[in-house]
């Protein structure tokens, strides 16, 4: 076993489905879907070629359950309370703004879409696992607290799914193409938040609450 291979090996105190996927995604990333073998897979986890098939039946799966396990920890770790007044609500709304570009915007979060986006023509299976466990769990969350803001009238009428799309674009803006490609920096704290004030306020502008739509 090489020195690169030893520094490489995951804690061994860690289960053995996890230090699969450990050592999984990290040749994923390294060398690619079809760059990475499963010896390769087997060394860097420290188990057996036959351990990995009894846990895994093939590459494939591996794959599926690394992208699984990532798009679980993509979703924003932020409660979005009901809003009880105008400015309970823009503060949530730019906590989350913020939050969320934070997240999606770490290097094992884009690794992982990039991932996915080499896989998807192969394995379009990958791209479903991605898309449901992370961006429509965050979307639902997001059209969760708009619908909640129209019930407490702080928000004038729209479809729920629609103004958090509205507020998402804003706030990225292509940022999270360019992020992609690597031809962006993720956005520092000034300027996640100045990203978060503007999709907010574009939100406020376009959906009025009944009185001050009313006048």
Known sequence: MTTETRADAPDTGRSLRERI???AFASFMQHGYAGTSTLEIAT?????KRDLYSLFGSKQAMLGECIR????????????PPPRD???LRTTL???????????????????????IA?????????DILESY?????????????RA?????????????????????????????????????????????????????ALLRLYPPPAVRGG
């Open 21 to 23: 996927l450990g050592a």
């Open 44 to 48: 860097r986890a420290k188990v057996s």
């Open 69 to 80: 396990e990532r798009a679980d920890r993509m979703r924003v770790p932020l409660h979005l």
């Open 86 to 88: 105008a400015e309970t």
């Open 94 to 116: 730019l906590r989350f703004g913020t939050t969320l570009l934070h997240e999606m915007s770490r290097p094992e979060v884009l690794g992982t879409f990039r991932l996915a």
């Open 119 to 127: 896989e998807a023509a192969r394995s379009p299976g990958i791209a």
């Open 134 to 146: 992370g961006r429509v769990q965050t979307m639902a969350k997001l059209g969760e607290l708009m």
């Open 149 to 201: 803001a129209q019930d407490a009238g702080l928000l004038g009428p729209g479809e729920p799914e629609a103004m958090g799309g509205m507020f998402t674009a804003v706030l990225w803006g292509g940022l999270h193409i360019r992020l992609l490609m690597r031809v962006a920096d993720p956005p520092d704290d000034a300027q996640a938040e100045a990203r978060a004030v503007a999709a907010t306020e």
